[in-house]
């Protein structure tokens, strides 16, 4: 089963919302979609999902698109939390689950594992309205998976949640993916995204700025950091071509350069100035290719 | 159709067990019971019972030319609801001295010869039905003095007082007469479905658009369309919430036979015998029925356009002004059902429910103009849910401020059917 995204386009009247997007995401792996709002995500999503016809282009999962007599093989954490607010945590997955064509033995037994994995078994018969944004989170994220689906999606899953409880939801995803579920998700936050994804794609404004493997993406990207430490002003730098920025930290700096020529110039001529104690060429973190590719910042 | 029937349970599951259902229904009923019986329990705290049963009292002044014939004559009168004395002692004005001294409750004067009689009556009271009572007590009097003087025996005077034998028969074999009786149960059928489709509109229509909006508000929306299709999730709603309102009306009826059990008079008997017009109230069932899904598929439209549960009342005022627009018109077509205008009107879908049966009810609609209204209707109910579902299907994953052009808009172009 692999998910496959084919040329697909979305207008909305004349707003292109997504504009010729193709992927592969295998069975199995977790795939990374990054972007700033309105950059095409959950229209992307969406698409995947059913919810809305691509103008152009196809989705399928496992060759056929996913129609809603296949809804029970996905799970879907939409970005924008909702459960129902006056049903408790047990009227509401089994609900939920029902309509993904579970049993309501199958339900409960499924339910009470989850719950208690996140250690909220206490909350079982209490209403949504009364528990904590961070424990909504949690019996949302189970609404989307409880229900073993084959393939997760999974929109800005870490959004609102404690360091703490963002390492459980971590733990809970990558188990999933080790018992064979393809995961899909979106995040802003680039370090969520570089511990947990193989592959990935940047999109701005509807079309794809950047994809394939992080590990490449990363080695190619022609920006880099030098890290330099040295015990002389470093301004002079800012004259060398290739050189973008000079940021002064202490005792030394960073300097962005274009591409790997750039550093080595740089290196020639700090030589030729004096010593250095350290001098190192950093690949660039996932933050920076985004700050520079998708165009501001955007960490929640 | 599995979803269909989840949804349908969990529509209406929670909303009749809630306890505000079960609060408001049990209030309601006792409220009806209570209101049928309100004679008996008024009476129950009244003490002064006995003052019923003592007619008030008349003094008779009579005046006439027939030497108080007529004054006892009224006065031996053992029948009616008033007591009346021929009063002998004195004139008009002592009569009245004694009236404001609350011996006599009324005065009566008689003035002029019997066949040419003026009475007068002085007093007080809210009882608008007093009078005529009076008049007809004295009309009788009247009759039997000036039969007497013109020497009519019995006989004579059964012939002039028997009466008519009167029977409406129908000009065509199958048609069907209008008698003062069928057209008061028509009257009163009519009245009550028409106020029960308008409360069915307001709180029907009002909790499908609240429903959807509060969904769509609290963002559990995306999750359920992701595994349910929203056309499905739409009717699940329209007949969940449709199975709400049939027990709340049940339940209303219920309380009504309860009423009428307890109330212990034979009225329940009366109607139900009377209502033997049968297909009245099947017509009623299928056109409360049908008007149901015209309105309540606008209701859902209406809800998934709105992003809060707070802008529901607004978006669903045009539905309540078409709904009263029919109500008044119903009302005032009570008297005039055949008037070209109710006839017209009967024909625009929204309309239909109300006075089509206005016009079955009170006059005769050709079978075939019955059949062709209520195709119009059916044919309408499923374009309009047909269009709701449409909008529903787009507006639903639509956020953002309401606009009726703009937001309908906006919601075809989502739920637009591309290739």
New interface residues.
């Given amino acids: 089963m692999t998910l496959v995204i084919h040329d697909v386009k979305k207008e ?2 004349r707003h292109k919302a997504v504009d010729g997007i193709t992927l592969t995401v295998e069975k199995g792996s977790m795939f990374g979609m990054l972007g700033a709002n309105g950059a095409g995500k959950t229209t992307t999503f ?1 698409m995947i ?1 059913g ?6 282009g196809y989705v399928t999962w496992g060759g056929s698109p996913l129609s ?1 007599k296949r ?1 029970h093989l ?1 799970g ?1 954490l ?1 970005e ?6 006056k ?1 408790t945590v047990k009227e509401q997955l089994l ?2 689950m ?4 579970m049993k309501k033995s199958d339900v409960i037994g499924a339910m009470r594992e989850w719950l208690e994995r996140f250690r909220v078994t206490e909350y079982e018969n209490k209403k949504v309205e009364e528990l904590s944004k961070g424990n909504q989170q949690k019996i949302q994220f189970i ?2 998976v409880l229900h073993r689906p084959e393939l997760l999606i999974l929109d800005e899953p870490f959004s609102g949640l404690d360091p703490v409880n963002t390492d459980m939801l971590k733990e809970a995803i990558q188990d999933l993916q080790k018992m064979g579920t393809t995961i899909v998700f979106s995040s802003h936050q680039m370090r969520n995204v570089e511990e947990l994804c193989e592959d990935l794609i940047m999109l701005k404004r509807g079309r794809a700025v950047l994809q394939g493997n992080l590990r490449d993406i990363k080695r190619s990207y022609g920006m880099k950091n030098v890290i330099i430490q040295a015990g002389y002003n470093l301004e002079f730098l800012n004259s060398i071509h290739g050189v973008m920025n000079v940021e002064k930290t202490n005792g030394g700096a960073i300097v962005s350069v274009e591409n790997e020529k750039a550093a080595e110039d740089l290196f020639i001529a700090i030589a030729e100035t004096g010593y250095v104690r350290k001098f190192e060429v950093e690949e660039p973190s996932l933050h920076d290719i985004f700050v520079d590719k998708a165009g501001g910042d955007d960490n929640e | 159709m599995n979803n269909f029937w989840i949804t349908v349970t969990h529509t209406a599951g929670k909303r009749i067990r809630s306890k505000a259902f079960i609060w408001s229904t049990v209030i309601t009923m006792l409220l009806i019971i209570g209101m049928m019986n309100a004679n008996t329990i008024l009476s129950s705290f009244s003490n002064d019972e006995q003052d019923e049963d003592v007619p008030q009292s008349i003094a008779v002044v009579d005046n006439t030319t027939s030497n108080d014939t007529m004054g006892e004559m009224l006065a031996s009168n053992e029948e009616g609801s008033f007591h009346y004395v021929n009063y002998t002692d004195g004139n008009q004005q002592e009569a009245l001295e004694q009236a404001r001294n609350e011996v006599y409750d009324f005065v009566l004067t008689l003035n002029g010869d019997p066949a040419n009689l003026e009475a007068e009556l002085f007093g007080s009271g809210n009882d608008y039905r007093m009078g005529q009572e009076v008049e007809q007590d004295v009309q009788r009097v009247k009759e039997s003095v000036v039969t007497n003087q013109l020497d009519l025996n019995e006989e004579e005077l059964a012939m002039i007082y028997s009466p008519v034998a009167f029977i409406e028969q129908p000009l065509t074999k199958n048609g069907e007469v209008q008698t003062e009786e069928t057209h008061m149960q028509a009257y009163w059928m009519v009245y009550g479905l028409v106020f029960v489709i308008y409360l069915i509109v307001l709180s029907l229509g009002s909790m499908i658009a609240t429903e959807v909006a509060t969904e769509k508000s609290s963002r559990v929306m995306e999750l359920i369309v992701s595994s349910v299709n929203p056309i499905v999730q739409m009717f699940g709603k329209l007949v969940g919430i449709g199975i709400v309102g049939l027990v709340n009306l049940a339940s209303l009826v219920a309380a009504v036979i309860i009423g009428f059990l307890i109330n212990d008079n034979n009225m329940l008997s009366s109607i139900l015998g009377g209502a033997a017009d049968v297909s009245l109230l099947v017509y009623a069932l299928i056109l409360i029925i049908l008007g149901y899904f015209v309105y309540g598929g606008m209701a859902a439209m209406l809800g998934a356009l709105v992003s809060r549960a707070e802008e529901v009342n607004q978006a669903i005022q045009p539905l309540i002004f078409l709904a009263m627009i029919a109500f008044f018109m119903a009302i005032f077509g009570l008297n005039a059902p055949d008037n070209i205008f109710i006839h017209v009107l009967s024909y625009i879908p929204f309309f239909t429910p109300q006075l089509l049966f206005l016009r079955i009810g009170m006059g005769t609609v050709p079978v075939w103009e019955t059949i062709l209204i209520v195709g119009l209707l059916i044919l309408s109910a499923i374009l309009i849910n047909l269009l709701a579902a449409r909008i529903y299907k787009g507006g639903v994953l639509m956020y953002g401020k309401f606009s009726f052009k703009n937001g309908i808009k906006q919601a075809l172009t989502m739920s637009k059917k591309e290739k």
């Fill in positions: 909305f009247g969406r999902l919810l809305l016809d691509p103008t152009e809603y809804t996905v879907y939409p924008e939390r909702g459960l129902y607010p049903l609900y939920l029902r309509l993904k064509g609404a989307s």
